[in-house]
């Protein structure tokens, strides 16, 4: 099958007004006879949901936790991009679309671009309507913060938990709905398959995770928004839940699957403690902008430290190496997030990592202090001011600025990062890959949506800070809403969809055949014995920098992991009741297919770009040596995968980017 | 180190439960209190027995599912935390530590540690919210001027997560601390003025039908809540309820 992006002609301004003009729209009056069914209740699901109900049509939304309110965009700390200008600082609708693609290192599809930061602005006037707390000026106005990559001030914020409260506005939305009987809400539901009836999405078979009852679900169209796969590396700033079960089940029956090797790992993240740990903590980047990133300079000094023989603040400014100061003097420590990584880890790699494990740099305050110290001694005219009250001084400001984060790190690590150096590594924090869907946000299955994370379009292979919650909303409030009309609009005489056909009987049996499976096969090791390991070759070989040799050893590993995991997997109690372990082997499962197929897109694809650097594909020599190094000439497309089974016959469909709107030029941060 | 741990069982919401002892041994210090609660797991996973059923999902503080009442107190011996952010440091080698879900009528248990939190729910449902239908022309948000003040207390009632420590701790199982805080929200903001009177009504009758204690003024809400919701949440529910009423 051959792709259709399906993006309206016209001028990139136009298109989407042009768009809405013409798409069919569903009678009001017959909008009651038609069910829609949404997977997961984040920003995405969660808005759409609400959205569909509020429209007239009949929503069934699932979610796996015990409330909506619990799906992990609540996590989100930064802020939520729009291109408002109300900062008057020369943003606009383009200069947005223009960083979006820019950061995405030139790999998403400009026309799906463009629509997102055109409705930015709908999504802040939205969530003000419905009473979430941004925060505000002294004027009563609402303020704006800067973050990476960008030169204007576009995030709105409501303190470092953004995302729980527009998840809490999606939320809200939703509960007006499920009181007037629009939305019928089923917590602790997981979806495990999607039915499809005559070449259509019609419906999802589900799990009660209470009763362990498998249930049959039908609706005229099926929208998943379950996030991102970023678990599949097992240690992750995902949610322990998180779970890519209901994008990879709809990619088994007809989705294609883009571009699964664009990852996005935060440079900032506590580093991990030792084998035992669960998830991985995310700091905000905003600590980048005052902190100093190193390591020592001499291996002697690393090994003292490590042996707790000596301290990070006795060594000397010239026994440092500050590596990003180093290789990249224009921008420092404010890289993007990619180059940040890969160059904690190239220290780490040469053995320069400074705690136990071996794996943690520098993020060092020290110089702020006494900046920030100088100039408020200058402010209060404190003459001659000794180096300790400039240092209190200036950790006054950046306890202001960062408090609540340094008092998080304290939490976690028993240190405290006023005194002495904060330790950071990088993490898995984002996936920009994930189902393919046209411009309408429908996958290659008729009738199949998905939104959010879980979709490709909007990242291309690098997501800017504050984008991801923009994304979500705005396909769940303003995109999804009007695509899925046009589509549904010829479902008006389809009737209600039996359950009792005999698609729902095969779909049903295949997952209990496999749940039973799980139950009864009493192997030998757990299922988290084989996440952990499906999550080290992960780390290890697709994990910061690839290379061909390392993605076709995962490859291989990947699959013998997988086979060992279906003959030794090991899952107690039974399936008619309550039981983690089992929701576990299933998504672990999943992963691990998931995984292989994931290598398999970094091999084919070499170049490097955005997140997914492959070391084959770096600049040989002058000032850019050993960056990064983009291939438009062969690789400015889309990987969709279409299954065939084993993963690594997936077969390739190429979604060719055209960039009529701005002009593709290589990243320099030198 | 090494524990003792005495862990509330039960099979399911009609199973008789009861207190059953484990041992864990070579707990880092450095481990989160979940964490200690995977390796107990793992230990039983490995010895072909169950492994003890709790929520949890974030595990950075901000999601609201976990949900143990450990050593008498919600989420813990720590204060303005989650019991996912709970550290083993905070215990001693030899402990014993006593691990119950979360306990009032109107959160009845599922299994283990997993409570029932839909009344919660159901009291949002009945109307935490604005109505307000989405659409591409609503008005600019900077038309509706919030004075900084009013946003940021607002910000500070909304932070809530819903977990039920409030309404664990309390000694008559209340919520209005829960309550409190979503009516607060909305309260100090204009937009949700339109809907003030039929809001906190609809959500105290429904907080009420539910179960869920009163409200005594020992404040045990305030100080075990992980995100310091203040009590004048409560206080202002009150009067939110009380000037509803009197209007009819």
């Given at each position: 099958?051959?792709?259709?992006?399906?993006?309206?002609?016209?001028?990139?301004?136009?298109?989407?007004?042009?768009?809405?003009?013409?798409?069919?729209?569903?009678?009001?009056?017959?909008?009651?006879?038609?069910?829609?069914?949404?997977?997961?209740?984040?920003?995405?699901?969660?808005?759409?949901?609400?959205?569909?109900?509020?429209?007239?049509?009949?929503?069934?939304?699932?979610?796996?936790?015990?409330?909506?309110?619990?799906?992990?965009?609540?996590?989100?700390?930064?802020?939520?991009?729009?291109?408002?200008?109300?900062?008057?600082?020369?943003?606009?609708?383009?200069?947005?679309?223009?960083?979006?693609?820019?950061?995405?290192?030139?790999?998403?599809?400009?026309?799906?671009?463009?629509?997102?930061?055109?409705?930015?602005?709908?999504?802040?006037?939205?969530?003000?309507?419905?009473?979430?707390?941004?925060?505000?000026?002294?004027?009563?106005?609402?303020?704006?913060?800067?973050?990476?990559?960008?030169?204007?001030?576009?995030?709105?914020?409501?303190?470092?938990?953004?995302?729980?409260?527009?998840?809490?506005?999606?939320?809200?939305?939703?509960?007006?709905?499920?009181?007037?009987?629009?939305?019928?809400?089923?917590?602790?539901?997981?979806?495990?398959?999607?039915?499809?009836?005559?070449?259509?999405?019609?419906?999802?078979?589900?799990?009660?995770?209470?009763?362990?009852?498998?249930?049959?679900?039908?609706?005229?169209?099926?929208?998943?928004?379950?996030?991102?796969?970023?678990?599949?590396?097992?240690?992750?700033?995902?949610?322990?839940?998180?779970?890519?079960?209901?994008?990879?089940?709809?990619?088994?029956?007809?989705?294609?699957?883009?571009?699964?090797?664009?990852?996005?790992?935060?440079?900032?993240?506590?580093?991990?403690?030792?084998?035992?740990?669960?998830?991985?903590?995310?700091?905000?980047?905003?600590?980048?902008?005052?902190?100093?990133?190193?390591?020592?300079?001499?291996?002697?000094?690393?090994?003292?430290?490590?042996?707790?023989?000596?301290?990070?603040?006795?060594?000397?400014?010239?026994?440092?190496?500050?590596?990003?100061?180093?290789?990249?003097?224009?921008?420092?420590?404010?890289?993007?997030?990619?180059?940040?990584?890969?160059?904690?880890?190239?220290?780490?790699?040469?053995?320069?990592?400074?705690?136990?494990?071996?794996?943690?740099?520098?993020?060092?305050?020290?110089?702020?202090?006494?900046?920030?110290?100088?100039?408020?001694?200058?402010?209060?005219?404190?003459?001659?001011?000794?180096?300790?009250?400039?240092?209190?001084?200036?950790?006054?400001?950046?306890?202001?600025?960062?408090?609540?984060?340094?008092?998080?790190?304290?939490?976690?690590?028993?240190?405290?990062?006023?005194?002495?150096?904060?330790?950071?590594?990088?993490?898995?924090?984002?996936?920009?890959?994930?189902?393919?869907?046209?411009?309408?946000?429908?996958?290659t299955i008729p009738g199949c949506y998905c939104i959010g994370e879980a979709n490709f379009s909007d990242h291309g292979a690098n997501r800017l800070g504050a984008s991801a919650l923009m994304q979500g909303l705005a396909d769940g409030y303003f995109v999804l809403p009007y695509t899925i009309g046009d589509y549904l609009s010829d479902d008006i005489r389809t009737g209600k969809i039996p359950t009792d056909s005999k698609e729902f009987d095969e779909a049903e049996k295949e997952v209990t055949k496999r749940i039973n499976f799980f139950v009864n096969n009493k192997g030998t090791k757990s299922v988290d014995y084989f996440h952990k390991k499906l999550g080290k070759v992960m780390w290890d070989k697709a994990g910061m920098s690839?290379?061909?040799?390392?993605?076709?050893?995962?490859?291989?590993?990947?699959?013998?992991?997988?086979?060992?995991?279906?003959?030794?997997?090991?899952?107690?109690?039974?399936?008619?009741?309550?039981?983690?372990?089992?929701?576990?082997?299933?998504?672990?499962?999943?992963?691990?297919?998931?995984?292989?197929?994931?290598?398999?897109?970094?091999?084919?694809?070499?170049?490097?770009?955005?997140?997914?650097?492959?070391?084959?594909?770096?600049?040989?020599?002058?000032?850019?040596?050993?960056?990064?190094?983009?291939?438009?000439?062969?690789?400015?497309?889309?990987?969709?995968?279409?299954?065939?089974?084993?993963?690594?016959?997936?077969?390739?469909?190429?979604?060719?980017?055209?960039?009529?709107?701005?002009?593709?030029?290589?990243?320099?941060?030198? | 180190?090494?524990?003792?741990?005495?862990?509330?069982?039960?099979?399911?919401?009609?199973?008789?439960?009861?207190?059953?002892?484990?041992?864990?041994?070579?707990?880092?210090?450095?481990?989160?209190?979940?964490?200690?609660?995977?390796?107990?797991?793992?230990?039983?996973?490995?010895?072909?027995?169950?492994?003890?059923?709790?929520?949890?999902?974030?595990?950075?503080?901000?999601?609201?599912?976990?949900?143990?009442?450990?050593?008498?107190?919600?989420?813990?011996?720590?204060?303005?935390?989650?019991?996912?952010?709970?550290?083993?440091?905070?215990?001693?080698?030899?402990?014993?530590?006593?691990?119950?879900?979360?306990?009032?009528?109107?959160?009845?248990?599922?299994?283990?540690?997993?409570?029932?939190?839909?009344?919660?729910?159901?009291?949002?449902?009945?109307?935490?919210?604005?109505?307000?239908?989405?659409?591409?022309?609503?008005?600019?948000?900077?038309?509706?001027?919030?004075?900084?003040?009013?946003?940021?207390?607002?910000?500070?009632?909304?932070?809530?997560?819903?977990?039920?420590?409030?309404?664990?701790?309390?000694?008559?199982?209340?919520?209005?601390?829960?309550?409190?805080?979503?009516?607060?929200?909305?309260?100090?903001?204009?937009?949700?003025?339109?809907?003030?009177?039929?809001?906190?009504?609809?959500?105290?009758?429904?907080?009420?039908?539910?179960?869920?204690?009163?409200?005594?003024?020992?404040?045990?809400?305030?100080?075990?809540?992980?995100?310091?919701?203040?009590?004048?949440?409560?206080?202002?529910?009150?009067?939110?309820?009380?000037?509803?009423?009197?209007?009819?």
């Open positions: 099958m051959a792709l259709d992006s399906k993006v309206p002609k016209g001028p990139i301004k136009d298109k989407w007004t042009d768009y809405k003009n013409k798409i069919d729209l569903v009678n009001p009056a017959n909008k009651r006879h038609i069910d829609v069914i949404v997977v997961g209740t984040g920003l995405a699901g969660g808005s759409a949901a609400a959205t569909l109900a509020e429209l007239g049509y009949n929503v069934k939304a699932f979610a796996y936790q015990d409330s909506p309110r619990r799906a992990h965009s609540i996590a989100a700390q930064g802020g939520i991009n729009a291109a408002k200008n109300y900062q008057g600082d020369g943003d606009s609708t383009y200069r947005l679309f223009y960083d979006t693609v820019k950061g995405g290192d030139y790999r998403s599809r400009e026309a799906n671009v463009y629509r997102l930061a055109e409705v930015s602005s709908n999504i802040i006037d939205q969530c003000v309507a419905q009473g979430v707390p941004f925060a505000r000026d002294y004027g009563g106005l609402l303020d704006n913060r800067s973050f990476g990559g960008v030169l204007v001030s576009r995030t709105f914020y409501a303190k470092g938990q953004t995302g729980q409260q527009l998840l809490l506005g999606a939320y809200s939305a939703m509960n007006r709905q499920i009181a007037r009987g629009k939305i019928e809400m089923f917590n602790r539901h997981e979806m495990l398959d999607v039915v499809i009836v005559d070449g259509k999405a019609r419906g999802i078979i589900a799990r009660n995770l209470i009763t362990g009852e498998i249930e049959r679900h039908s609706a005229h169209a099926v929208v998943v928004g379950s996030g991102g796969y970023g678990n599949v590396y097992f240690l992750s700033t995902n949610a322990m839940g998180s779970n890519a079960t209901a994008a990879w089940k709809i990619h088994k029956k007809g989705a294609y699957f883009a571009n699964p090797c664009y990852t996005q790992i935060h440079p900032t993240c506590i580093p991990r403690s030792g084998d035992y740990q669960s998830k991985l903590t995310l700091m905000s980047e905003s600590l980048r902008n005052d902190g100093r990133i190193w390591v020592p300079k001499n291996m002697e000094d690393v090994l003292a430290i490590r042996e707790g023989r000596k301290k990070p603040t006795e060594l000397s400014e010239d026994e440092r190496d500050y590596y990003l100061e180093r290789r990249y003097p224009a921008f420092g420590n404010l890289v993007p997030r990619d180059v940040a990584s890969r160059a904690a880890k190239e220290r780490c790699d040469a053995g320069y990592g400074v705690n136990a494990t071996g794996e943690a740099v520098y993020l060092d305050f020290a110089s702020a202090f006494e900046r920030y110290g100088k100039e408020q001694a200058k402010i209060h005219n404190i003459e001659n001011p000794s180096p300790a009250k400039i240092k209190e001084l200036g950790q006054a400001i950046v306890e202001a600025k960062y408090g609540n984060l340094f008092q998080m790190y304290e939490k976690i690590i028993d240190q405290n990062p006023y005194e002495t150096p904060m330790m950071i590594y990088p993490a898995v924090h984002y996936t920009m890959g994930g189902v393919w869907v046209d411009y309408n946000l429908m996958t690839r290379n061909a040799q390392g993605l076709t050893e995962a490859m291989a590993e990947i699959k013998a992991i997988r086979e060992e995991f279906w003959k030794e997997v090991y899952v107690p109690g039974t399936a008619d009741e309550m039981n983690p372990e089992l929701e576990k082997a299933g998504r672990v499962a999943d992963f691990l297919e998931l995984g292989e197929l994931f290598a398999k897109d970094a091999l084919m694809r070499n170049e490097s770009c955005g997140g997914h650097f492959r070391e084959e594909s770096a600049e040989l020599d002058g000032p850019q040596k050993g960056e990064a190094k983009r291939n438009d000439k062969d690789f400015a497309f889309v990987a969709a995968w279409e299954y065939k089974g084993e993963p690594a016959d997936a077969v390739l469909h190429k979604e060719e980017l055209e960039f009529k709107d701005i002009e593709l030029k290589q990243r320099s941060y030198k | 180190m090494n524990l003792t741990l005495k862990i509330w069982r039960q099979k399911d919401s009609k199973a008789k439960g009861q207190m059953v002892d484990y041992k864990v041994t070579e707990i880092s210090e450095h481990m989160s209190f979940l964490e200690m609660m995977d390796v107990l797991n793992e230990q039983l996973v490995n010895s072909g027995e169950e492994p003890v059923a709790f929520d949890h999902d974030c595990r950075e503080g901000i999601c609201g599912m976990c949900s143990m009442y450990i050593n008498g107190e919600a989420h813990g011996p720590d204060r303005g935390i989650t019991t996912c952010q709970l550290h083993m440091r905070m215990f001693n080698d030899g402990d014993t530590i006593t691990i119950e879900p979360f306990r009032a009528a109107a959160f009845p248990v599922i299994k283990d540690l997993v409570v029932d939190r839909m009344a919660f729910e159901r009291i949002q449902q009945a109307g935490g919210y604005i109505s307000v239908n989405t659409s591409g022309n609503t008005q600019d948000a900077n038309n509706i001027p919030i004075s900084k003040h009013a946003a940021d207390e607002a910000m500070d009632a909304a932070t809530c997560i819903g977990c039920g420590a409030c309404v664990a701790t309390c000694k008559n199982s209340s919520a209005m601390l829960f309550v409190g805080a979503k009516v607060s929200q909305y309260a100090l903001l204009p937009q949700g003025q339109v809907e003030a009177a039929d809001r906190v009504k609809n959500m105290v009758a429904q907080m009420d039908l539910e179960g869920f204690g009163n409200c005594t003024n020992t404040g045990a809400c305030e100080v075990e809540c992980p995100k310091g919701i203040s009590l004048e949440n409560i206080a202002r529910m009150n009067r939110e309820y009380l000037s509803a009423t009197l209007k009819g």
